[in-house]
């Protein structure tokens, strides 16, 4: 038995924040605030101030990779109630998206130590892109709120038609300069699978570090074909045919031809001065997981 409750933060801006404060309610135990993002931060160091073995967030992949940030190298960890649209980050660790059933993890646990990103600072948890994917999620999101999540997807992905800009790039990988015109750059904290239907998720048993894909070429139809490929038949076709070039590497240093630029991180558009450096912080972020018997289970 706990000698004090679990603090607990409920964002009520993510689609399903009041049905996640319920589940958190229900298993009991928790010391609850809700609020919107803003209201995070403040949680959080008083948990860590507090020597809260661990602080709950629920929320989605933008508020748990906020949280992160705060608690990376802290002794701190984080517990995760899924309540945005993908959860990226909580598949990729094996925690479910079912609130009760996350809260009840949160609360019984076990704690592990998981790997991060930076890129010019910024903590990410999943991935971060530059080039035509900042064009498609800055329409996604204009569209979002009023079509919904899929509908907006596709009209956003319609519209890049013909409005695909390649940029020259430079690219320093453990200690070599490749120099590349591209339409897009992503790089995934660790291995990424490419293949449907697991597209987007870390690879099981995957190479830990940053997953760097490179598409060769600016025009539409490149970028089209490479994801195609990529889909149907994986990392190593897209290779193989010189559609794009894949690392896994450590650091990663993109120089953009303008002093400044947008990038996508985890999703949201951030505007980042030129040269952007990744690097990946292993072990970095304390993270309560199912414990054997609960996974098994």
């Known amino acids: 038995m706990r000698a004090?409750?679990?603090?607990?933060?409920?964002?009520?801006?993510?689609?399903?924040?009041?049905?996640?404060?319920?589940?958190?309610?229900?298993?009991?135990?928790?010391?609850?605030?809700w609020g919107n993002a803003e209201l995070l931060d403040r949680r959080i160091r008083r948990a860590v101030n507090d020597?809260?073995?661990?602080?709950?967030?629920?929320?989605?992949?933008?508020?748990?990779?906020?949280?992160?940030?705060?608690?990376?190298?802290?002794?701190?960890?984080?517990?995760?109630?899924?309540g945005g649209t993908?959860?990226?980050?909580?598949?990729?660790?094996?925690i479910p998206t079912d609130h009760t059933k996350a809260a009840e993890i949160s609360a019984n646990g076990e704690t592990t130590t998981t790997d991060v990103a930076t890129?010019?600072?910024?903590?990410?948890?999943?991935?971060?892109?530059?080039?035509a994917y900042v064009v498609?999620?800055?329409?996604?999101?204009?569209?979002?709120?009023?079509?919904?999540y899929r509908i907006a997807t596709l009209i956003a992905a319609l519209r890049l038609l013909g409005r695909v800009r390649p940029?020259?790039?430079?690219?320093?990988?453990?200690?070599?300069?490749?120099?590349?015109?591209?339409?897009?750059?992503?790089?995934?904290?660790?291995?990424?699978?490419?293949?449907l239907p697991s597209i987007g998720r870390r690879a099981e048993n995957g190479r830990r570090?940053?997953?760097?894909?490179?598409?060769?070429?600016?025009?539409?139809?490149?970028?089209v074909a490479t994801g195609l490929v990529a889909a149907f038949r994986g990392n190593d076709a897209i290779k193989r045919e010189k559609l794009a070039d894949s690392y896994v590497a450590d650091e990663c240093r993109i120089e953009l031809r303008r002093r400044l630029g947008r990038v996508a991180v985890d999703g949201e558009i951030i505007e980042m001065s030129s040269p952007l450096t990744y690097r990946v912080e292993r072990?970095?972020?304390r993270l309560i997981v199912p414990s054997a018997d609960t996974a098994d289970t």
């Open 136 to 148: 498609f999620v800055r329409t996604r999101e204009r569209l979002e709120r009023h079509f919904g």
């Open 283 to 285: 072990d970095a972020l």
């Open 167 to 195: 940029f020259t790039i430079e690219m320093k990988l453990d200690g070599q300069v490749r120099r590349y015109r591209s339409a897009l750059v992503f790089v995934g904290v660790g291995e990424r699978e490419l293949q």
């Open 51 to 82: 020597g809260a073995d661990r602080v709950v967030i629920a929320g989605g992949d933008g508020t748990i990779a906020k949280a992160a940030g705060a608690l990376v190298g802290q002794e701190t960890a984080l517990a995760i109630v899924p």
């Open 119 to 131: 890129v010019n600072g910024r903590v990410f948890l999943n991935t971060s892109s530059v080039g």
């Open 209 to 223: 570090g940053l997953h760097v894909i490179v598409v060769r070429g600016g025009t539409w139809a490149r970028l």
């Open 86 to 94: 993908l959860n990226h980050f909580a598949r990729d660790h094996g």
């Open 4 to 33: 004090r409750p679990i603090p607990a933060f409920v964002n009520l801006d993510s689609g399903s924040g009041q049905a996640a404060r319920e589940a958190l309610d229900a298993v009991g135990g928790f010391d609850v605030e």
